[in-house]
């Protein structure tokens, strides 16, 4: 077995539910715009949320409430080698500057193999000293990658995943709908970041499109950019856009708790876009009938 099958099955055996049964309250992020400005100052009787039909109590979490665990997962494979991997540290360096005092970050990178530079830390220092330590070299082994990011639980704040790549995928083991169902599945919101050079290349491939629905199922967004000083201001773009989104939390309430919840969500405000994860899964936690006290 590979070194990266062997990472999947540890991540898989070890993966908690995204909804824990312990912990009761829902966090949906919502990104809200009008005219593809963001809108500020909305308050909880904005927010109108259904889960599986039925109106729910939530809330607007302070930003200092929900401090985010950002998993900055990033293309270091052979294609990154050179000035763009010096652009695509920059980007990273600054992101993790940017966050807020409370805000952790961990660095995944990935070439042939998936590699953990630094677990989630509030540590800055820690984290540009790994940032500073990426090579590129190998094959592109994203999808399992993305897969990992989005399976393991990284810290405490509210989950964030945050892509850059700038080719295909070429090394990866799993199959799209795995990553597709473990996006789905998850409470993280993903961003993505692809140079502009593979999209005037192939259009919209299918690595794209499934990074599209990825995006869309986790309520997050993307951005091409160049494989210059563009990289970093879209890595810039990523972290407003993530500071401008509101937190709602609701303890659901008229429904069961194991199962897929939709959700439905409205704001009481006219000619405003909203972007948000649409549904969440909670596994049964109950034990098997043969384990069952009789």
């Known amino acids: 077995m590979s070194a990266v099958s062997f ?19 829902v ?29 729910q109590a939530a809330r607007v979490v ?14 270091c494979s052979s294609s990154v080698a050179g000035a763009k991997l010096e652009f695509l540290k920059a980007a990273a360096g600054s992101f993790v500057r940017g966050l807020h005092p409370r805000d952790e970050a961990a660095l995944l990178l990935f070439q042939s193999r998936i590699a953990l530079l630094h677990a989630a830390t509030t540590d800055r220092e820690a984290l540009l000293d790994a940032i500073a330590r990426m090579t590129a070299d190998g094959s592109t082994s994203m999808i399992d990658a993305v897969f990992v990011g989005l399976k393991r639980r990284w810290g405490g704040g509210r989950p964030v995943l945050v892509l850059f790549s700038d080719g295909r995928d070429t090394s990866s083991w799993l199959e799209n709908e795995d990553l597709l169902r473990a996006a789905r599945e998850s409470s993280t919101t993903v961003y993505v970041v692809r140079t502009r050079e593979e ?42 856009t993530v500071n ?18 939709r959700i439905d969500l409205k704001v009481r405000r006219r000619g ?6 649409r549904e969440y899964f909670v596994p049964d936690a109950s034990p098997p009938p043969s384990h069952r006290r009789r």
Do not use: C, M
């Open 244 to 261: 401008a989104r509101y937190v709602l939390a609701y303890e659901p309430t008229g429904v069961p708790r194991a199962g897929r919840h």
């Open 272 to 277: 405003v876009e909203i972007r948000a994860r």
């Open 7 to 25: 990472l999947l099955a540890a991540v898989l055996v070890q993966a908690p539910p995204v909804f824990r049964a312990d912990v009761e309250a």
């Open 62 to 75: 302070e930003r200092e409430e929900a401090p985010l665990t950002a998993v900055l997962v990033l293309d």
């Open 199 to 240: 999209d005037v290349a192939t259009g919209e491939s299918g690595q794209a499109y499934l990074l599209r629905r990825v995006v869309e199922a986790t309520g997050g967004s993307s951005w091409s950019s160049g494989s210059g000083p563009e990289i970093e201001g879209a890595f810039r773009e990523v972290l407003e």
């Open 27 to 55: 966090y949906v992020d919502v990104y809200v715009t009008r005219r593809g400005a963001p809108v500020a100052g909305l308050a909880d009787h904005d927010f109108v949320v259904k889960d599986n039909g039925v109106v």
